[in-house]
């Protein structure tokens, strides 16, 4: 069967676009192919900083033909009023190359109208792909694009050549002023002559011969392997860097790893700084030994094919000689200062327009970790505090002001404060408070730093809303719905009651009082629709989550708990029958207007009396229970009020027409179903297949 590839070549795109442009070309193309139902097979997926190139293979020769049925004029104005066809009838069936004993009359909804079937012919596939592809390949989704040629036709980069083979043929479509064709290149500094593609099987290995490597995969496993033989030589491994190898792979055509050095000298710099330098200005990958140690090597990755090693690796050493040597000066120029005398200086510092300065960030950081280190029992309050004070003090520094080094915001102020002579926590508070940056981050591993973090987060979170800057739909520029995942994880790993509402309210006290309405229950959404993510991501039912969250869930640990016994109960054979139950008191309530207490000389019916008792009796346990959070105990509790349940609904009429009595039954009723949502609200529980008894009894 045919094979099709379609080869785009640019100039060097953006890496960070690479992969997704590639991968949104090919979803594209699978859509053209299935909406004129062409049969295909697997796709392989090519790109380099050069070109984007896709594979598919085992396509249908043509789109099949179908029968089609074809809207005419209405039915008055194709028969006359003796039924014969009218001009126009004739006309409409002979543009279709039919007979008028082909028309037929078909209602629709702006009346009666002719209609005619027929049978289109099969369309060729690369018809269809050459009709197709130009809007395909302008629209392509880019953060930025430009003009590349005076027919307005917009891409990230400017295209230089185009390929497009049905098997050994060409699909010459047009895309811009360019035709595409079977000529592609090779590596930019190998070969800059064009190269004649015969077929699509032979693509990579025809650009491997003139040094590019297309797949991604292939360039991956490939600096993977140069990387440990490299380090390998100087008797360490590679220091695993995962963003810089994708980096790297997309930079790359044909990826040339090289093996420098630097004075041994900078390894007294601190850890991070040293890898940061090495990775950020010149993208080279550091080296360590078995014990993790740093060694006084780096590889670097060009891409040039047969360079002249000795001259590139002593460019690099040279760069990288003058990048340490910077750094080295930036830390020991701030290791002289000390961090207590820059927090003073970020009163000169505005963090957000209206909300103050960073000093003034530091103070409500402060306070939130006094009222954090209340509700978690072995934490010092006062090395917290410390740590609240000191762990902003590293944006001021000379090292974190460079461009290079900012994402050692936190990480490079607990070393200082490590080697300035501060407390361990402290320290390890200030390195770890910015924990987790994102989904696939670690979370802070000591209390005070995770407290910390949440009192950063928290204070981030209240600020964006306060001023204005609301996530919608998929926008969330401020990471307001990630900051608030995280808090929930830490305070979830770490078993912690502490109460989302109160530290919400407590956050926002921090702020001058002259900001206008505090969207508390904006925030307390946001972090309800988070721990619903979390839920699902945990593997617990929707409808168990909904149930739980839908009661009080402010404290998360504990609505985890909820959910995790309420899950577990769903096993239980009298389950469904307590549910049913649940629901019908729901269903009841939902249209009524209760509270209080039901009086008990007004409870008449023994089936009322009964199950009003044995609630009241119950309750102290239940409460019990739920202080010491053993809910799977609670639940089975509640489960043994089932057969009065059922009673009160076999024998009694809730909606009497005593009004009296009527109230107080519902009171009854809503004081049951008050004790059930200790846990969850029972009747979001999804019982398929159960048919539900009328609310109407």
Not at 237 to 253: A, M, N, Y
Not at 403 to 425: D, P, S, V
């Amino acid at each position: 069967m045919p094979v099709l590839l379609l080869e785009i070549g640019t100039e060097e795109l953006p890496p960070g676009i690479i992969e997704s442009t590639a991968l949104e070309l090919n979803q594209r193309l699978h859509i053209l192919l299935k909406e004129n139902s062409i049969e295909f097979g697997n796709s392989d997926l090519f790109w380099t900083p050069r070109r984007l190139a896709i594979r598919i293979n085992k396509l249908s020769p043509e789109k099949p033909g179908i029968e089609v049925e074809i809207q005419g004029p209405p039915q008055k104005s194709a028969y006359d009023t003796l039924g014969n066809p009218t001009p126009t009838a004739i006309g409409f069936a002979r543009s279709h190359n039919k007979s008028v004993n082909d028309l037929y009359v078909k209602t629709t909804k702006r009346g009666n109208y002719i209609f005619i079937r027929k049978t289109l012919p099969p369309v060729p596939t690369p018809e269809i792909l050459a009709n197709h592809l130009p809007q395909i390949l302008g629209t392509l989704p880019f953060p930025k694009s430009m003009r590349w040629d005076e027919t307005g036709m917009r891409f990230s980069r400017p295209i230089r050549w185009v390929v497009c083979l049905w098997d050994s043929q060409v699909i010459p479509f047009q895309f811009g002023k360019l035709t595409a064709g079977r000529h592609t290149f090779g590596h930019r500094n190998f070969t800059p002559a064009p190269i004649e593609l015969t077929n699509p099987t032979d693509y990579e290995t025809t650009l491997l011969t003139h040094r590019v490597i297309a797949s991604p995969q292939k360039r991956n496993e490939f600096v993977i392997r140069q990387l440990q033989t490299l380090a390998a030589t100087v008797n360490g491994k590679p220091v695993p860097d995962e963003d810089l190898l994708k980096e790297t792979v997309s930079i790359t055509e044909y990826p040339e790893p090289i093996l420098g050095c630097f004075h041994q000298e900078f390894l007294n710099l601190p850890r991070p700084v040293l890898i940061t330098a090495l990775r950020m200005h010149q993208r080279c990958f550091s080296v360590q030994n078995e014990k993790e140690q740093l060694l006084p090597y780096f590889i670097a990755v060009a891409n040039t094919p047969d360079c002249d090693e000795k001259q590139v690796r002593r460019w690099y050493e040279k760069a990288i000689e003058s990048r340490l040597k910077d750094a080295r000066f930036f830390v020991e120029t701030d290791l002289k200062i000390g961090l207590e005398p820059l927090v003073e200086e970020e009163k000169k510092v505005t963090w957000i327009e209206g909300l103050g300065s960073y000093y003034d960030k530091t103070i409500r950081l402060r306070k939130i970790c006094r009222y954090l280190a209340d509700q978690i029992p072995g934490i010092n309050p006062n090395l917290l505090d410390r740590a609240a004070y000191l762990c902003k003090a590293d944006l001021l520094t000379n090292l974190v002001r460079e461009k290079e080094f900012t994402a050692l915001q936190g990480i490079i102020g607990g070393i200082y404060a490590q080697q300035l002579g501060e407390n361990e926590m402290v320290a390890e508070a200030i390195s770890e408070h910015y924990l987790p940056r994102s989904t696939d981050d670690p979370l802070p591993l000591t209390p005070a730093g995770a407290l910390l973090s949440i009192a950063d987060k928290i204070d981030n979170i209240c600020a964006t809303y306060l001023t204005g800057n609301i996530p919608t739909g998929s926008e969330d520029p401020f990471g307001v719905r990630r900051q608030a995942t995280g808090i929930l994880l830490i305070i979830l790993n770490n078993h912690w009651p502490i109460a989302i509402d109160e530290l919400v309210q407590t956050a926002l006290k921090q702020f001058p009082e002259n900001i206008v309405a505090l969207p508390i229950q904006m925030i307390l959404t946001l972090f309800q629709e988070r721990l619903t993510a979390l839920f699902t991501e945990m593997n617990i039912r929707y409808d168990v989550t909904n149930a739980v969250l839908k009661t009080v869930w402010h404290t998360p640990t504990e609505a985890l708990l909820r959910a995790r016994s309420l899950q577990q109960f769903r096993a239980s054979p009298e389950f469904e029958k307590l549910i049913i139950g649940q629901k019908r008191v729901a269903n009841i309530l939902r249209a009524q207007s209760v509270a209080g207490m039901p009086e008990e000389h007004l409870l008449t019916e023994p089936a009322e009396k009964d199950l009003f008792n044995k609630a009241s009796a119950l309750e102290p346990e239940l409460n019990q229970l739920i202080k010491n959070q053993q809910y799977r105990d609670a639940l089975h509790l509640l489960l043994s009020l089932r057969p009065a349940i059922d009673r009160l609904f076999d024998d009694v009429l809730i909606m009497c027409p005593d009004p009296l009595l009527r109230t107080n039954r519902l009171k009854l009723l809503h004081y049951l179903w008050a004790l059930f949502a200790r846990i969850a609200d029972f009747s979001e529980i999804v019982l398929d297949g159960t048919s539900l008894p009328s609310s109407d009894v």
